[in-house]
């Protein structure tokens, strides 16, 4: 071999392995960025519930810090001997008191651990104050990898700010019990203060603004609801607000409901803006009133793509409609103030409660808007985005991390599809209306098995065999033709490859859609003589076949 070849590969040989080795330190820097919500809660969090929460952040847009407090009332439903909540290591802790007196504490590997003067009893009611502050999480890539967002204006360069925490965790920014399970059921209270000349926006109802005479002005908000901790946040920017009205389902409400962009973006903000009432009526229509009248539906303009923030929804895309006539971010954020927001997972296992009843609320949509032949191309988009890859429900006790996967997307939004073919558009549209607005559910949480059981006293059917199948296993069911010809016409002999799946099969003859019955996963039809003969032309199955 000559030796400028021997050289050459040597170089080459070199570069693979500082390659691979990049490629891994990439790959554990990112991960070194996630920090995991929910999953399996410690037993001295699952001693209290969290009943009220007054939060009072102050942002440093200079120095990209924050300080606050945080004062939690919680009510105790088992005997502990310590407090503990969940704060992010990058954050210190100045102050505790329980009950107005200072209490000693640890604060190590993300969890704040606060010795109490005596162990609480069930049934008893205790305040605990955190005084806290420094330099948060910055998000490596907002909303998945979460934490603050330090940006500055595309013109004037003035600082632009927000905070995303789905798949992170609200203790990123402040001390809460960081699980799904958990939402302060007498909602909460919120201060946020920010420099002169910005705008700082937060969750819940506007309570007004003071100037504090330092620089600094403080905005006041009452959240009226059960909130999810990782849908409590804050925007700040030099914002600018654009008003529309909401009628209601009904036409009898008169809401302003507002969009807050910024003054470069306000006139595209403004043609975009003006779709909003009718995504809410739309989605009104099928889900129910909006849900959080009594706070406001504000949406505003983020540095980052989007993210469901109860009734202030973030909004980080390009004021450009789809080729369907809407803005998806939109409607799909905005959908989730049902799915995800109104009725929301105890575990993240079951994260496919917000994201696929968010996508399909977009087909829905154009179904309502533009018709069931287009909203069929709507569906047939997304199935080229199902990968199959895992289970949409991999377990329990699952943290978001390990819960999150495009197929509770996509594949969740067609399992939703599949089963309107299933159960027929009544019994299914009522489903889909009345499961947010049933009391165990609304404004609190709810399971798969929640679902599940609903939809089968709904319909007075055992459908264990289809939550299985596309829930609990990562493969598509698959069918299997065979045609039989005959003097005078034909059989088609239809299988799947599970007897236990009885799912109907869509089977066009001659050009008109028939409805096969499959019980123990088998079924037949019998054809005209050279008959042509297609398996679910209009895609209405999630399903694979030959």
Known sequence: MKKWLKIALGCAGGLVVLLILGGVGLYLYVQSQRSPSGGVMPPEEAAYDVRYVDLRVRVLPETRSITGSAETTLRVVGAVDAFLCDLDHRLTVHEVRVDGRHRPFDHAKDRLRVTLVSPWKAGETHRVLV???????????????????????????????????????????????????????????????????????????????????????????????????????????????????????????????????????????????????????????????????????WVVEAPYLGMEHQTLVAYGDTFTDNSFGFDAILLHETAHEWWGNKVTVSDWAD????????????????????????YLKYMARMRGRIRNGKPIVQGTSLDSIHAYTGDIYFKGAWVLHTLRWLIGDEAFLKIL??????????????????????????????????????????????????????RAGGQVELSWNDPAFELPIPVEVGGRVRRVEMPGGHGNLTVPKGAEVAIDPEGLILAEGK
């Open 131 to 297: 005084r806290y502050g420094g330099k948060p999480k910055v998000a490596l890539k907002a909303p998945w990898i979460g934490g603050f967002v330090w940006k500055k204006t595309p013109e004037g360069g003035k600082p632009w700010i927000g905070v995303a925490c789905q798949e992170d965790g609200s203790d990123i920014w402040w001390p809460s019990k960081d699980h799904p399970s958990e939402e302060p059921e007498d909602g909460m209270d919120i201060s946020l203060t920010v420099p002169e000349g910005l705008v700082g926006l937060s969750n819940g109802a506007p309570l007004g603004s003071v100037d504090n005479g330092d620089g600094t002005v403080t905005s006041h908000w009452k959240v009226h609801y059960p909130i999810n901790q990782y849908d409590v946040t804050l925007d700040v920017g030099p914002y600018v607000s654009i008003e529309e009205r909401y009628h209601g389902v009904d036409g009898t409400l008169d809401v302003p409901i507002l969009f807050w962009a910024l003054p470069e973006h306000q006139e595209k903000a403004r043609r975009m803006w003006k779709q909003a009432p009718n995504i809410l009526e739309v989605l009104g229509h099928y889900f129910g009133e909006y849900p959080f009248l009594k706070d406001k539906y």
């Open 351 to 374: 994260f496919w409660l917000h994201e696929a009843f968010a996508t399909y609320a977009e087909a829905l949509y154009v179904d309502d808007t533009l018709g069931h032949e287009r």
């Open 433 to 486: 209306h009345d499961f947010p607005n049933d009391p165990r559910y609304a404004y609190k949480h709810a399971t798969t098995e929640d679902f599940t059981a609903f939809v089968a006293a709904e319909t007075g059917r055992d459908l264990d065999w289809f939550w299985k199948r596309y829930l609990f296993e990562a493969k598509l069911p698959r069918w299997t033709l065979h045609r039989r010809p005959a």
